[in-house]
């Protein structure tokens, strides 16, 4: 039994490691840098990203951006999440984390690094009217889409499945909007209010495309150990609970039920996030890392310079 369980500890550690049995290499340099970051550890986005809600986000997110069909194109054309689904997942959960726990010089750098990807990623897509259109990864529209779509998923699935964030919603939504600048966002959201009403200019934009249609296979059904599959289930169903009525109908999705009687999804959803915490561990590498940075900032007795100095 301790073999069993030894061994999907480490299968799951490499699902979000990108096969990778050690922490990589960027997370343990979140230890370096001479100031706390854009978010302290008393923050809102330590707080959500922190738990184990982002495991909901994180699809729930996929399945948002995906209705757009520009950045349903960029995904189809550029991005390896056939051939290489783990990778392509961790290089998500790099930047994620870097802008959370890293310096502000790890944040700027790890955002640089996102937006020189995306100034190779252009080509065409058609559009809801059936018009073809240019698209570029690094055009304003589709990095307020992509930003909008992210703090929307990961904020709806901390509210549906996550304890209470420090300071709300509004708090959370307003101390991302640091992250959709560091990626060239103008004027991103402060509250959840201006979150939901700049993501309803978009609505006459989302379209489920063929393209959509194939993505959503691999969404469902990622290629993970066996051992994973009943939880990741688990975890798409509670993903598709979180979402706007609209968007779900236009995905083809529905909420578990059995007939009329809908199914337990948020008992089930917490806890297969408890049991993937006790698989992973309280403490993440780059949470820890982070920490490592702070002790040492205070340990010189200094007043540490915030990213705005």
Same mark, same amino acid.
């Given at each position: ?37 854009? =978010? ?56 994620? =984390? ?212």
């Amino acid at each position: 039994m301790a073999s069993l369980i030894s061994t999907w500890r480490t299968q799951l550690r490499k699902t979000f490691t990108g096969n990778s049995e050690v922490p990589p290499s960027w997370a343990e340099k979140l230890d370096e840098g001479d100031d706390v970051g854009y =978010f302290p550890p008393s923050s809102a986005a330590w707080a959500v990203h922190g738990s184990m809600t982002p495991l909901v986000g994180g699809i729930r997110a996929l399945l948002l951006q995906a209705l757009h069909p520009g950045a349903m194109a960029g995904v189809h054309d550029f991005s390896r999440y056939r051939e290489d689904p783990l990778g392509r997942l961790a290089g998500t959960i790099q930047w994620i =984390f870097t802008v959370t726990y890293g310096s502000a010089e790890a944040a700027k750098g790890g955002s640089a690094w996102v937006q020189r990807l995306h100034q190779r990623v252009s080509g065409t897509y058609t559009d809801s009217q059936g018009a073809t259109q240019p698209y570029s990864a690094a055009s304003p529209d589709l990095l307020r889409w992509v930003h909008l779509a992210f703090t929307d998923a990961f904020l709806a699935s901390h509210l549906a499945y996550g304890p209470k964030i420090p300071g709300g919603a509004d708090n959370y939504v307003s101390e991302w909007a640091q992250a959709g600048r560091l990626m060239g966002v103008t004027d991103p959201p402060e509250s959840a209010a201006e979150l939901a009403a700049q993501l309803a200019t978009f609505d006459g934009e989302l379209v489920c495309s063929p393209q959509v249609t194939e993505a959503l296979r691999y969404i469902k059904r990622p290629p993970l150990p066996a051992s994973q599959r009943l939880g990741y289930q688990v975890l798409f169903a509670g993903a598709v609970a979180t979402l706007e009525p609209r968007h779900r109908e236009l995905l083809g999705l529905r909420v578990p039920s059995l007939g009329p009687i809908p199914l337990p999804v948020r008992t089930a959803t917490r806890l297969v996030m408890f049991i993937v915490r006790l698989g992973l561990g309280p403490e993440g590498p780059s949470e820890a890392a982070a920490l490592r940075r702070l002790a040492r900032l205070r340990g010189t007795d200094a007043n540490p310079p915030g990213p705005g100095t």
